[in-house]
Every structure is written in C-alpha cells, then in structure tokens.
C-alpha cells in the first residue's frame, strides 16, 4: 500500500504561482511513477504531468509544457509541482497519484494509488 499526502494548493492571482508536494509513505518510494492530474467541477479528471521511477523522464499535458514542472526528491519520499503562469481555468482539484508502470502515463485508470487532492484556486 501507498499513502499520499497532498499539500500546498491555496488561492492565487492570474499569473501567479504555486508549489504543490505529495508525501508518500507505505511502498518504496524510489521504484514508483508519479503523476498529477486535475479536476475541476463538473469535468473529467485531466492528466498534469508525470514523473518515472527510473530514470525520472517526465511527461506533461501540452497546456502546461513550459509553466509546470515535476520533480521528486526520493530521499524525502516526495513529488513535487511547480505551477508558474497560472490561469483560471487551472482552478481546480488537484490529485498525485503513482503507479509501478512506465507506460500509459496520462491514463488516471494506470495509477493504483491516490491521494486526497489539493484545491487550487486561481483568480482572475
């Protein structure tokens, strides 16, 4: 089993920025995928970003490539998202997710494990 914590999201200005950490504890850490995804009111969840176990390759969704970033410290056994630029159509709930695999990493049915979700609010 993995547990995930996530923590950071909060309101911010158009333009502004955040930095979301997911704390896992449980599986070992170092042999798992991360992944974000959002959710806002009345919309499928939506891959962010993803992050692989071995050799950290990243992948993010094309509204995002240049603004977020995702990065892991596995020494502290946390995923990390840095949002820069944000818009307010990115208001939403925020999810970290991880999962063994290395492929289909965009899929929200590849993650095994999930966590509560963080709000993020962006204002315009």
């Known amino acids: 089993q993995v547990q995930l914590v996530e923590s950071g999201g909060g309101l911010v200005q158009a333009g502004g920025s955040l930095r979301l950490s997911c704390a896992a504890s449980?599986?070992?850490?170092?042999?798992?995928?991360l992944g974000w995804f959002r959710q806002a009111p009345g919309k499928e969840r939506e891959f962010v970003a993803a992050i692989t176990w071995s050799i950290d390759t990243t992948y993010y969704a094309d509204s995002v490539k240049g603004r977020f970033t995702i990065s892991r410290d596995n020494a502290k056994t946390t995923a990390y998202l840095q949002m820069n630029s944000l818009k307010p159509e990115e208001t939403a709930v925020y999810y970290c997710?991880?999962?063994?695999?290395?492929?289909?990493?965009?899929?929200?049915?590849?993650?095994?494990?999930w966590g509560q979700g963080t709000q993020v609010t962006v204002s315009s």
């Open positions: 997710a991880a999962t063994t695999s290395q492929s289909r990493l965009r899929a929200p049915n590849e993650y095994y494990y």
């Open positions: 449980g599986r070992t850490f170092g042999y798992l995928t």
